[in-house]
Nanobody, 120 residues
């Protein structure tokens, strides 16, 4: 059974940082591209960032480019998202997802999400 479990969310002030993690199990993690997708209250899902299976290619939405960094540790079956210079508009539930095209919002496997709230 595929499992994706996010952690690391929380409440942070504008300008602050958080690091999200996604622990994967039940599939060959190192063979799959991975993505982060977020959904703000009252809005549809927004693709945030993706990384290829080997970790050598990374992709970002324009809204987070230069502030967020995606990475993965295939030995630990874990995906990360380092988020710096956070803004109130980054407030959302963040999901890791896989088995679909990088840059999309339709994936076959999703985690349960972790809440990120940016507020003073």
């Amino acid at each position: 059974e595929v499992q994706l479990v996010e952690s690391g969310g929380g409440l942070v002030q504008p300008g602050g940082s958080l690091r999200l993690s996604c622990a994967a199990s039940g599939f060959t993690f190192g063979s799959y591209d991975m993505n982060w997708v977020r959904q703000a209250p009252g809005k549809g899902p927004e693709w945030v960032s993706g990384i290829n299976s080997g970790g050598g290619k990374v992709y970002y939405a324009d809204s987070v480019k230069g502030r967020f960094t995606i990475s993965r540790d295939n030995a630990k079956n874990t995906l990360y998202l380092q988020m710096n210079s956070l803004k109130p508009e980054d407030t959302a539930v963040y999901y890791c997802a896989t088995d679909g095209e990088v840059g999309a919002t339709t994936y076959n496997y999703w985690g349960q999400g972790t809440q990120v709230t940016v507020s003073s």
